[in-house]
């Protein structure tokens, strides 16, 4: 099996790094030293008679048959089977939503959120390649669900700690109470400001040189170990729909564009992905550049009810503008533009506001009895918009209902039953730490606790 090797998407501009690195390079580092993100140099296909034996097995054997190309070099074949069932121990159901369409169910893990998909895998891997004796620390900023995904699956993991930036006003009280109450080797900070603040702050300390004793690697999706495994729950959505083998369409509630890019990785491994819709809130930066083929990020980002998706500045953009030839910087300054033909051929995006979004949770739960919550109603409302077709459709749901009871409530009447995850919760006791929104307070958290 042929070694993939990973380029910055910063390739090409004045100071970027020049050499492609292996996957444990660019899983442990998490941001390349020039400050891009890192790609696969090139995609393995998927073996058609392969997949056709994978039509009914479970989702840990469709993820090593998607995922081990990507690893080659790192785990033997049966100790990286071993790791994906270890990572994979809960359903993945596909739920009927009317006719052709299905919601694919990504909440039944640990933290009920698409999240866990990939952070366990990506924890398992980190646990069993990094430096031994060597102090990792995993700096994530999140808008909800990817932190208390990737506090779990690193609490407790000797060799870890993990700190954790929220916006303080942009998450809902149970995923508050989520990140709060972790503990162990994980730290919550509540930060006076917005996602994309707390985005350009992780950034920042990823480029700052006083911070390269802590040993810092990110959790983020800027991080390719959180895409990769993205990718495996189109395949197993597609083997389980299209039962013929024709083509499909997949509707992802889109905010840093990390979960959609699993599906552009797959789409480009040879799934037959028809339309890959990017379904995002308020926050519309994306649907305007494909209209008008100018990019400008929204700031400051607009909250909406999806808060997960509150990104108006994505940080995989880059890898979209990669992928179709193009590069943009982290600040949104596009450098070389991506082939918008090839872009608009491939990729649909809408924006849903929050009006249309409580009115396809209501419509969804009284006309079908799927119960959606904020950011899956966001894919489906998209869906009903662009119509469907061809073939099947899927509905990515990215997170339990349970997780935005206040809105459940008040427009169902009706709280969403609670998932197991949550009845942990109230055996931890939370821990609150807030800091302002500045690049100093961060710094002087992280090396003081160090």
């Given amino acids: 099996m042929d070694t993939i090797l990973y380029h910055s998407t910063n390739r090409g501009l004045p100071g970027a790094a020049a050499a492609a690195v292996p996957f444990r390079e ?4 998490g941001l390349a030293p020039d400050g891009g993100l890192y790609m696969p140099v090139a995609l393995p296909r998927l073996d058609p008679s392969r997949l056709a034996a994978l039509r009914d097995a479970p989702y840990a054997r469709i993820a090593f048959e998607v995922l081990r190309p990507f690893t080659a070099g790192t785990l033997a074949d049966d100790a990286f089977l071993r790791l994906c ?21 990504l909440d039944r893990g640990p933290t009920a959120s698409f999240k866990d998909f990939a952070a366990r895998w990506m924890a398992r891997m980190m646990r069993e390649l990094r430096e031994p004796g060597r102090e990792t620390t995993i700096l994530v900023a999140t808008s909800g ?51 994309d603040e707390c985005q350009a702050l992780v950034k920042q300390a990823f480029l700052d040189p006083a911070l390269a004793g802590l040993g810092l690697s990110s959790a983020n999706s800027i991080n390719i170990g959180r ?41 480009r491994m040879g799934l037959p992905v028809a339309r890959l819709i990017l379904a995002v809130n308020a ?3 994306f649907p305007r550049f494909l209209g008008s083929g100018g990019y400008r990020p929204v700031s400051p980002s607009r909250a909406c009810l999806s808060n997960a998706m509150n990104v108006g500045n994505p940080s995989n953009l880059a890898r979209y503008f990669d992928a179709y030839g193009g590069t943009v910087t982290r600040e949104g300054a596009v450098r070389k533009a991506p082939d918008l033909a090839a872009m608009r051929g491939a990729l649909e ?35 009903r918009r662009l119509g469907a077709g ?16 206040e809105v459940i409530e008040r427009e169902l009447g009706f709280a969403p039953e609670p998932p197991e995850a949550f009845r942990r919760l109230a ?17 002087e958290t992280l090396t003081r606790n160090a």
Avoid: M
């Fill in 390 to 405: 061809p073939g099947p459709s899927v509905c990515l749901e990215t997170a339990h209902p349970a997780k935005f009871p």
């Fill in 283 to 285: 926050n519309d930066e």
């Fill in 26 to 29: 660019a899983l442990l580092r």
């Fill in 85 to 105: 069932e270890d990572a994979y121990d809960f359903e993945v159901p596909l739920e009927p939503l009317e006719e052709g369409a299905w919601i694919l169910r």
């Fill in 145 to 195: 669900d990817t932190g208390s995904a990737v506090g779990e699956a690193f609490r407790g993991v000797e060799g870890f700690r993990v700190v954790l930036l929220y916006p303080e006003n942009e998450v809902s009280a149970v995923q508050k109470r989520q990140l709060d109450g972790i503990g162990l080797n994980v730290r919550a900070l509540s930060v006076a400001g917005s996602f």
């Fill in 349 to 383: 995006s809408v924006s849903i506001g929050d009006d249309e979004t409580v009115a396809c949770i209501r419509e969804t739960w009284t006309r079908r009895r799927v119960l959606l919550e904020p950011h899956g109603a966001v894919g489906v409302a998209a869906l």
């Fill in 227 to 267: 895409i990769l495994p993205q990718s495996v729950y189109y395949v197993y959505a597609w083997l389980r729909v299209a039962r013929d083998g024709g083509p499909f369409t997949v509707s992802v509630p889109s905010g840093n564009f990390g979960n959609s890019f699993g599906g552009e990785i797959a789409r």
């Fill in 427 to 443: 055996e931890r006791e939370p821990a609150v730490q807030r800091i302002p929104a500045t690049y100093e307070a961060l710094r």
